[in-house]
């Protein structure tokens, strides 16, 4: 376990939600917003889920006594979206009352496609009792395009990210190809018609793309990055004027997590079974 808490570490701030705030004042400190996540998913327990949104509440006061540069972004399934969309929609009002009081902002992840559904229809209900919230939208399944032109129409705000689930065809895109393809269609249509959005990508092909298309149609857009991935892109895009913000998880819960940023990247299993058999 050793070895891989210490591989882990690299994009997991830490277990406690001290770790979490300080790499947020990190981040703050180098010029770039922060959103802090607290792992953990697929929660059945209601006392998990109680858990999970009273330490949401307990950040956000730390947020604020410390004044930092930083937002929420929560996961449906954490939150109760495995209990019914009433459960999510519960946690998502409590959170969002808080956020509210002291003039935040509160992002909503987005996870595999049978929660997509139910997930856009809490965005929704969130949405109506509050402007400053936002959802991550994925490039990956097709409808999504479809998706942001609705949520436009109502003022939507999104962060565009690929995928971070597997999702094979009729409701997933073909190949990484077609993702990126597709990333580049509703970077289009965000640019058409949306005017506040986050692009959630280490790709340098997508965030410039968003760059070349905000100098004909000038939109507040940010790019937001992962904890521990490109740290010197990060400086140059915020050193080039954009805002970037850091996406900091932090947790006891981060084998899921960790485990999808390995397969994002096989280089990386590489390097961690090398530093197990070199101990
Ligand atoms: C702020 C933020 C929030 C996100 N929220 C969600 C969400 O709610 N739901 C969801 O499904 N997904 C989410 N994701 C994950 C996302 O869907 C992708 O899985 C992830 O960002 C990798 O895709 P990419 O756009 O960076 O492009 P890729 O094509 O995967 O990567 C582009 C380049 O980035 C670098 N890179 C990418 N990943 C790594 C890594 N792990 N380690 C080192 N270098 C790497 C490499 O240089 C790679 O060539 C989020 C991502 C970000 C940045």
């Given at each position: 376990?050793?070895?891989?808490?210490?591989?882990?570490?690299?994009?997991?701030?830490?277990?406690?939600?001290?770790d979490?705030?300080?790499?947020a004042?990190?981040?703050?400190?180098?010029?770039?917003?922060?959103?802090?996540n607290l792992l953990?998913?697929?929660?059945?327990?209601?006392?998990?889920i109680?858990?999970?949104?009273?330490?949401?509440?307990?950040?956000?006061?730390?947020?604020?006594?410390?004044?930092?540069?930083?937002?929420?972004?929560?996961k449906?399934?954490?939150?109760?979206?495995?209990?019914?969309?009433?459960?999510?929609?519960?946690?998502?009002?409590?959170?969002?009352?808080?956020?509210?009081?002291?003039?935040?902002?509160?992002?909503?992840?987005?996870?595999?496609?049978?929660?997509?559904?139910?997930?856009?229809?809490?965005y929704?209900?969130?949405?109506?009792?509050?402007?400053?919230?936002?959802?991550a939208v994925?490039?990956?399944?097709?409808?999504?395009?479809?998706?942001?032109?609705?949520l436009?129409?109502?003022?939507?705000i999104?962060?565009l990210?690929?995928?971070?689930?597997?999702?094979?065809?009729?409701?997933?895109?073909?190949?990484?190809?077609?993702?990126?393809?597709?990333?580049?269609?509703?970077?289009?249509?965000?640019?058409?018609?949306?005017?506040?959005?986050?692009?959630?990508?280490?790709?340098?092909?997508m965030i410039?793309?968003?760059?070349?298309?905000?100098?004909?149609?000038?939109?507040?857009?940010?790019i937001?990055?992962?904890?521990?991935?490109?740290?010197?892109?990060?400086?140059?895009?915020s050193?080039?004027?954009?805002?970037?913000?850091?996406?900091?998880?932090?947790?006891?819960?981060?084998?899921p997590y960790?485990?999808?940023?390995?397969?994002?990247?096989?280089?990386?299993?590489?390097?961690?079974?090398?530093?197990?058999?070199?101990?």
């Open positions: 376990m050793g070895i891989l808490n210490r591989f882990a570490s690299q994009w997991v701030a830490g277990e406690a939600m001290g979490g705030l300080r790499r004042e990190e981040a703050n400190r180098r010029g770039l917003g922060a959103i802090l953990g998913e697929h929660h059945k327990d209601p006392t998990e109680d858990a999970a949104v009273q330490e949401y509440l307990e950040l956000l006061d730390a947020i604020r006594a410390r004044n930092l540069d930083a937002s929420l972004s929560i449906p399934t954490q939150c109760g979206l495995m209990l019914g969309e009433e459960v999510y929609w519960r946690s998502t009002e409590t959170i969002l009352d808080r956020v509210r009081s002291m003039g935040g902002f509160l992002w909503m992840d987005m996870e595999g496609s049978r929660f997509t559904d139910a997930t856009l229809a809490v929704r209900r969130a949405l109506a009792v509050y402007p400053e919230v936002g959802v994925q490039a990956n399944l097709r409808r999504t395009e479809a998706d942001v032109a609705s436009l129409e109502i003022g939507g999104v962060r990210v690929k995928g971070a689930y597997r999702e094979p065809p009729p409701v997933g895109t073909a190949n990484r190809h077609e993702t990126d393809a597709n990333y580049r269609k509703i970077l289009d249509l965000l640019f058409e018609r949306g005017d506040r959005f986050a692009v959630g990508s280490h790709d340098s092909a410039e793309y968003a760059i070349e298309k905000n100098r004909t149609r000038p939109r507040r857009f940010e937001q990055m992962l904890l521990g991935v490109r740290d010197p892109l990060k400086t140059d895009l050193r080039r004027g954009h805002r970037v913000v850091e996406f900091i998880p932090y947790g006891p819960n981060w084998l960790f485990t999808r940023r390995l397969r994002e990247r096989p280089r990386n299993i590489l390097t961690m079974v090398r530093s197990f058999v070199s101990g």
